[in-house]
């Protein structure tokens, strides 16, 4: 099922329901106004309709990415369980109301992300795609009146909502960003901040984008400029260093730690050309300081931290000379808007991926890739999911009758898989990994069609990726998924059927790994009767005796993670199937 973005708005509406019933919350959110908007809240004067995009943002920030004193911890988290009881209270009054598009907009919300995002590739009418500056990853976009609006390398900024089908709708808020001269410094930012620290992903919170793209709140939804803060007036101060140290107090630091602070950034004078900062500069080494040594609260400290540096910065930074404007857009330029087009143009009509890189990097005077030195491929962790939207994409292109729904449930590979920063490291024992243990201990499986599903997109998945990747996830893991059809949903009703204490009990109890030898045909009625048999990893063969509700899911070959109790009984934290014997010792 396809996301509508109505349902995302309801669950926002419903969960800023839930906000204003809680005092205390309210509170919170009334109070964090300061801490988003740096200090000035938006003006609800001339453009009443910017202010509500900037209350947007905001209340999006505060469920999403505000650590709540109260709740101790997401606030959308913490209220999840108040979410749910509430869906139940709508379906209840609401006849027509769709609960499973709440449920899932609820874990929309949760999946979402903020970024800069170009836009690549637009399908008129559909939708666009996009690439993450500050992440790697790419993004289809499935937003058709959206898609009107934009134009090829446009930056989107804001936060994009997963809808299925690998498709992403952005927030109503969000901002196009147009401007020759925008793409290049942020990319140009970025890379410097990647060359300076070990961090290839380099996370942007969204209270950091509306510092550097919304000013005060009251940016507009749509920027024609080459620099997202031209014009913007320098702060102007007679104590810079007391106005600085006054800032960092009141966002909850103390004097030592404002003074350290201050210290370190006031070396390192910040570059008003750079419009994203962290990594290994000096804002971002105090931050981390702060993340790792202190329990301040480092949302307020972003900002303060940034107004501090503006401060200090301004008598230490060299003059700079008014630079000439860039060149007029010559005959090069147009050869290469061409270049792309076509490339684009290609792909929409379904051509070949290989042919049309190597047609796009003759025309742009790239040479043959092979003509280039070889270099270590970039690591950002997430590259699997991206691998993934990608094959949704290609193959909902290249093949008329494709659905890209059954790709759905390999979302629960990406998520496994988020730490992996290559994708030519991703092996065949990771997906006998991700299968046979990770599922079934994430109790990831919603439904046996889920598990089914799942099998038949792995399948797709291996020989995608070694089709249009070059990458060989083996022979032996695709085999394996002819028994994994059949053994996941037993397994998921088996894992059902578990002692819901003993499951708790095995969350931090590791307990020992057992292959299931055999099984009593039927219910023992003492240890002594039983006929149930488990081998343990040194290879010794146990009797043991299984609840009578998990038993009738259990098949020899299968294994369980738990203890034996001096009595025989088999206490139970997790089973798994047959397949997980590649990854098993001997």
């Avoid at 990647?194 to 005060?216: C, N, P, T, W, Y």
């Avoid at 070396?267 to 202190?294: I, N, Y």
């Avoid at 919603?446 to 998945?461: I, M, N, Q, T």
Wanted: charged residues 30%.
């Amino acid at each position: 099922m396809v996301l509508e973005p109505d349902s995302i708005e309801r669950c926002l509406e419903i969960l800023a329901g839930e906000v204003r019933a809680d005092p205390t919350l309210t509170e919170e959110f009334e109070a964090s106004i300061e801490t988003f908007f740096r200090g000035a809240a938006p003006a609800a004067g001339a453009d009443v309709a910017e202010t509500l995009l900037a209350a947007r943002r905001h209340l999006e920030w505060f469920l999403l990415e505000h650590h709540s004193p109260s709740l101790r911890g997401s606030v959308a988290e913490r209220l999840a369980d108040r979410y749910e009881t509430r869906v139940a209270e709508i379906g209840a009054n609401e006849e027509d109301a769709n609960l499973e598009a709440l449920e899932q907009a609820f874990d929309s919300l949760r999946r979402s992300q903020t970024g800069i995002f170009e836009v690549e590739e637009i399908r008129r009418g559909e939708g666009a795609w996009l690439r993450d500056l500050t992440g790697f990853g790419s993004f289809a976009l499935g937003d058709p009146k959206l898609s009107e609006r934009i134009a090829a390398h446009d930056l989107l900024v804001g936060r994009l909502y997963p809808t299925g089908s690998g498709l992403n709708v952005a927030s109503p808020s969000v901002a196009i960003v147009r401007g020759a001269g925008i793409a290049k410094a942020i990319a140009s930012d970025l890379e410097r901040m990647r060359d300076e620290g070990a961090a290839k992903v380099i996370r942007v919170s969204q209270g950091e984008l509306e510092a550097m793209f919304f000013g005060a709140g009251t940016g507009p939804s749509v920027v024609e400029t080459t620099r997202a803060n031209e014009g913007a007036a320098p702060i102007q101060s007679e104590d810079p260093m007391g106005d600085a140290l006054a800032l960092l107090l009141d966002a909850g630091l103390d004097e030592e730690q404002a003074s350290s602070a201050l210290a370190q950034l006031s070396r390192e004078p910040r570059d008003p050309e750079r419009l994203v900062h962290g990594g290994s500069d000096a804002f971002g080494r105090v931050l981390e300081e702060l993340a790792f040594q202190t329990d301040v609260d480092l949302e307020r400290a972003r900002g303060a931290l940034l107004g501090a540096w503006d401060l200090i910065s301004l008598d230490a930074a060299p003059a700079k000379t008014t630079e000439s404007p860039p060149p007029e857009a010559g005959d090069d330029d147009d050869a290469r808007e061409r270049a792309v087009d076509a490339f684009a143009e290609g792909r929409a009509r379904g051509e070949d991926p290989g042919q049309l890189v190597a047609t796009l990097r003759r025309d742009l005077g790239l040479g043959d890739e092979d003509d280039e030195p070889d270099r270590p491929a970039p690591d950002f962790p997430g590259v699997v999911g991206a691998m993934i939207d990608e094959m949704r994409w290609e193959l909902g292109a290249t093949r008329p009758d494709f659905d890209t729904a059954e790709l759905d449930p390999l979302r629960h590979l990406a998520v496994f898989a988020k730490p992996i920063g290559v994708f030519e490291e991703l092996r065949g024992k990771d997906l006998f990994q991700f299968a046979t243990f990770w599922l079934q201990e994430k109790n990831a499986l919603a439904s046996d069609e889920e598990a089914v599903g799942l099998v038949h997109a792995l399948r797709l998945f291996c020989e995608w990726s070694l089709d249009a990747q070059e990458v060989d996830l083996g022979s032996e893991f695709l085999d394996a998924l002819d028994g994994l059809e059949a053994s996941l949903p037993r397994l998921r009703h088996a894992n059902a059927a578990l002692d819901p204490d003993a499951v708790l009990e095995g969350e931090s109890e590791t307990g020992e790994l057992y292959e299931v030898v055999a099984l009593d045909e039927g219910t023992p009625a003492s240890f002594e009767d039983s006929s149930d048999r488990v081998r343990t990893s040194a290879g010794d063969t146990l009797t043991v005796v299984f609840d009578s509700a998990l038993r009738p899911h259990l098949e020899p070959g299968d294994h369980v993670r738990g203890r034996v109790e001096l009595d025989g009984t088999a206490v139970v934290y997790c089973c798994y199937p047959p397949e997980a014997t590649a990854l098993t010792p001997g």
